[in-house]
DNA sequence: GTCTATATGTAGATAGAC
DNA sequence: GTCTATCTACATATAGAC
């Protein structure tokens, strides 16, 4: 975009150590080549190799930038968690703004519509379902998992405890899991929803189909399950 | 078990090339071990040569035997599939054998079922869940959801539509999908349920304690999403 | 910060003796 | 059928010049 950086001048005495445009713009690269091949093949199936060739950088900058693979990835799923993460309170507070006691399905919504809304638009958001597909089911990404991703989840957890006093905070947790599992499906296997739904090929291409029936889905599973 | 193998007598001269025991079972082992290895690490994380040492056979034993990686990996997960396939089908018509219209919930007691009272006694069974995960979420498998899941996944979903008459069976598909996620996630991510119900530490060790819930909610599910 | 070169380990597959 | 040895390719990581 720019010329390349010139030479400095005599008067720069204030040089800092901050990072160069263009290292920003290697460290940023790294992380967009990594979510999207870690997302295709998995955490194994992905080398570093492919993912510096993809991001245009050399193999040794994802040490330099990123400390190596592990933390390379740790910082793919950070990045969007922590994003997802906040629009997901935001939408809860904007509703629970409306007044009256919150439906299932508005809470079930706040957690739902900010991820599908992002997917539906981007691909690197509609990828990264498939990274918390693997870090929920596997034990290895433990740390990942509560550092990440249980802060939110027990938020709506206690949200939807709230809606059934009677009701074990356990057996709400498993609805919710339940629940996240058939979200994440949505991303995942939406080629196999195609292939099962002969009749109708293409319908699901359009990822806001799947919003309405998913979140009346989960509601209903969960009022039935603690009942 | 048995005494090491006495060398062939002169009367035995129908020797054919049937595989001999020993064969056999290096086959078995292999695919055992494999089972489990694939199904902790992924298929890019385990390697033919961890899967040979806990089979106690040699690497080019997995080439020799079934013909390399990505086939002994097809056999591990065809092994399984056909048997509780079977079983599927065979719960379907004994509980169709019993006269009038089938319900919602037995259906998916069908379906649900089978697996999960495998699972409940036989950590191999659980295991495989794991593998359906893998291979249900990923395009490079998809000529294994193809052979091994649809044809079951097919007979499940019309008879889900024949109660539904009404409604689409595109819509009944991605309902089977929410609903087979959901029932995975009992094996892949009963970690993560222990981790967030925290009030009740230990009470999903038994799998069975999560089949009627997981029944209830895919039901109820269901038929609130087709409405 | 980037880049080349390399260190060191492991991957999957097979040839050929036994 | 098994086993040893080896082939070729690729993995992650780092040292040191620029």
Redesign the pocket.
Known sequence: MTATKPPPAASERTRR????K??????ANLLDAAERLFAERGY?G??????ASAAG?????????H????T?FERVVERRASELGELRIAALEKARANGEQLSLEAVLSAFVRPYLEKAANDAQWLAYARLVAMVSADRRWRHISQRLFDPTAGIFIDEIAALFPEAKRSAIAVTFVFSVSAMLSVSTSRWRIEELAEDAPGEFLEIDALADPLIRYCASGIRAAVA
């Open positions: 150590r901050a990072a160069s263009r290292a920003l713009a290697t460290a194994d992905a080398s570093v190799r492919d993912i950088a050399q193999v040794a900058s994802v040490s330099f930038h400390g190596g693979k592990e390379l």
